[in-house]
């Protein structure tokens, strides 16, 4: 009599064999930059990277870390302290690079500039839904940060997939949509909004903003937005054309936020608070880009109390 149990269990030792193959293969790709590549749609072919900690948790949250002008995922992952405070908390950081000549992202583009639209800030939003999936992230620890360009795009993600993001920490940006081209160039530069001279009431700021999800009524990542007094890059009234936006975005008034506290997080740097969800750090003297202060990211953050 012929056995019929042979097969079922041949299948499950053989599926057992793959994904143990598959554990130790993530396994031996922790602690170092990983390119991952055949992630999901990527309509603008952004490469992707990662970082996954030898100290992974349980379900753990995810960093998604853009870089600047010039930059790229190796430099980000090089000169930001993100990968050192994944071994400390256990999340998976994403470093998305910049296809682009000058290695700028796209934020001016309409396509860019719109949910599910199919441009720069719609490929990284796919990598952070496959990364939920693949390493079984827990998508209510899902976070993003970037300096110059890379905030732009934080500004950019924030707005047009509010849905992905629990908090977004911004270091020398514009507001979103500020850069945006009437000719709907692709990663074109706006020298009237980079020289500060795009200046709106919080309710357009609010709209533009909302404009990018039309429709959306979801919760939003809570956002704060770091600036320098002397930046020339950037020029300062961006700080608060940001501020403007967002405090609409959340309702606050702009005009009369909560606490204004001097010197916090440190010397120099001012710190405004109209509510929970919305907070500026404006830095005197300090130029482009302000440097990234993982402390207080990890708080914001909610990694560290």
């Known amino acids: 009599m012929k056995s019929t149990t042979f097969f079922p269990v041949f299948l499950g030792l053989l599926f057992a064999l793959f994904a143990h193959a598959a554990s130790v293969d993530k396994r031996q790709s922790r602690g170092s930059l990983q390119q991952v590549t055949n992630w999901g749609p990527n309509p603008t072919n952004v ?43 256990g999340f998976i950081v994403i470093y998305p690079s910049s296809p682009r000549q000058g290695a700028c992202w796209d ?30 992230a827990d998508s209510s620890k899902v976070f993003v940060t970037g300096s110059s360009s890379g905030a732009m795009m934080t500004n950019v993600l924030a707005a047009a997939y509010p849905e992905l993001f629990q908090a977004a920490s911004v ?29 709106d009431t919080p309710q357009q ?41 967002w405090t609409n975005v959340f309702g606050y008034n702009y005009n009369a936020p909560q606490i204004v506290e001097v010197n916090n997080p440190q010397s120099g740097y001012n710190r405004t608070i ?3 969800d919305v907070e500026g750090i404006y830095a005197q003297g300090v130029g482009h880009t302000v440097p990234i202060n993982g402390t207080q990211d990890m708080i914001w953050f909610g990694f560290e109390a």
């Open 274 to 276: 109209w509510g929970p």
């Open 171 to 199: 270091y020398s940006g514009v507001p979103a949509g500020c850069f945006y081209s009437s000719t709907n160039a692709v990663d074109a530069w706006n020298s009237t909004c980079a020289l500060g001279d795009v200046m």
């Open 47 to 89: 490469p992707m990277y990662v970082y996954i900690p030898n100290n992974l948790a349980s379900s753990p949250g995810i960093v998604l870390a853009i870089h600047y002008c010039t930059g790229s995922a190796q430099a980000y992952y090089q000169g930001s302290p993100y990968a050192q405070l994944a071994e400390q908390y």
């Open 107 to 136: 934020v001016s583009s309409q396509a860019t500039l719109t949910h599910n639209g199919g441009g720069d800030s719609n490929s990284i939003a796919n990598m952070v839904t496959w990364a939920i999936s693949e390493y079984g």
């Open 205 to 245: 700021w609010g709209n533009v903003a909302r404009a990018m999800y039309p429709g959306y009524s979801g919760a939003r990542p809570k956002m704060l937005i770091w600036h320098g007094t002397a930046d020339t890059t950037l020029y300062p009234q961006n700080y608060f054309e940001t501020m403007k936006q």
